[in-house]
């Protein structure tokens, strides 16, 4: 789990707890309040996983090594990035069945920046009321993380999955094949994005990704 500059520790404490409730132990911390007694006491049983959290400087460093990247969202639709449609907490747990995955919380007053949603393979979005849909970050986190805890208990066919590097060679084999076909830049970008977005919904597999490599190879030999 990848908390981005979380401004409360006690949060940091609470979320540690709820990441030892349900059996997960890796947490990152992107430039982080100062940490005490006050997470510490948060943390309770929880405070291994708080004290072994690594800290960093950026989110490029806290989900390198990682096959997908998650966002988090409190928000439904309304902002214009090709990674604004949120699936469930519950999708979620059907989805990730391969790999490791980086599950991203933002900022408590200000959650994950567009530019850094822009970055992951898609948005998580805990079904809320309406009127009042934004939750605690222990809160999300323990939603997630019950959900995910799931897949200890089913029994599912784990393949290898698609590397960070070849999902950069399928995105750039999207963008040459759209700047290709399309004459308008503005239809460029929207086929890229959708395109984009069903990549990360898929969770492609290392063949799968292969394959589709190789198919896109071949309609650029022939445009």
Known sequence: MVLLNPQEEENVGAVARVMKNFGFKELYLVNP????????????HGVDVLRS????????????????????????????????????????????????AAIIFGNE????????????????????????????LAQSACVVLYELAKRRYEKTVREKPLSREVRAQLDRFTGEITQRVYEQPHQQRATEAILQRVYGKAMLTKTEGGKMISFYRKIMAKL
């Open 109 to 136: 007053a200000v959650g994950i920046p567009n530019e850094i949603l822009t970055k992951t393979d898609f948005v998580v979005r805990i079904p809320t009321n309406p009127e009042y849909p934004i939750l605690n």
């Open 33 to 44: 309040c100062p940490l005490g007694r006050r997470a510490e006491a948060l943390a309770s």
């Open 53 to 100: 959290a690594k800290t960093l400087s950026s989110f490029e460093s806290a989900v390198r090594g990682c096959d997908y990247v998650v966002g988090t969202t409190g928000k439904k639709g309304g902002q214009k990035t090709k990674k604004r449609e949120a699936v469930t907490p519950e999708d979620l747990r059907v989805l990730l069945t391969q790999g490791k």
